[in-house]
């Protein structure tokens, strides 16, 4: 099915510039430029060297099946649930505004914006054996979450990054029943990417995506770093 991928794009622009959130991106003197975000991003999702254990990971992280919230305020239909992993303080709080969409929170909250880089604490959730192989990240961190998603659970088509960047968005899955699509203008369709379970990926989310899933407990790395780690992501991949 063809989409507006445009419409997309402009609609989370005119978010991002009524929340002010735009403003702070002009000010902010680190951010990854055009040519660097392109050579940091050959495909829409481009493999890294780090990987994690899928079996692991699934285990330990059922101790904190009580932290996991429902995913924002809007669809709430929908099972998806998210775990903070890097947020403002470093505590697993109620109600922390990074278990959602920060687009829906700068468009419900336009005076009180609220970004990736806001969101520099690790939580205990980081302390997880099956996560030690992201240690090289640290010192690079912002906004990270462990997410939860049951059979039909899915994200609308949207961005989550324009350029010049201020972060650097990177993404796992611990199965293949994630279905992953990017925006081909070719077709002005979205079309699914392949990826390994357990394998770190730079994600293109300047790019319209989408996602769905047809499992239950199927758990997504939802990560975000600052663009101090470009060299350290640049070394272990085969850009």
Known sequence: MKINAQQIIDETIAVFEKSGAADILRSCENVVGDEDYKRLHPFPLTPTNITFDCNSLN???????????????????????????VNQSGLLIDNDPINGSLMAWNRDNPTSPLIE?????????????????????DGHWCRSNILKWHSGAFFYPHIDSVI??????????????????????ATGELERVEYEPGRIYIIDTSLVHDASTTG????????????????????????
């Open 117 to 137: 880089t806001d969101c520099t604490a690790k939580t205990e959730v980081m302390n997880l054996p099956a996560l030690q192989p992201l240690k090289v990240f």
């Open 59 to 85: 285990i330990q992280v059922k101790q904190y099946n009580s932290k996991f919230q429902k995913w924002g305020t809007d669809h709430q239909h929908l099972q998806r649930y998210g775990l903070a992993v």
């Open 216 to 239: 239950f407990n199927v758990l997504q790395l939802f990560l975000s770093v600052l663009p101090s780690a470009y060299d350290l992501l640049i070394n272990n991949t085969n850009n």
């Open 164 to 185: 010049p960047s201020m972060w650097i968005r990177l993404w796992a899955a611990t199965s293949s029943d994630v279905v992953l699509r990017f925006f081909n203008p």
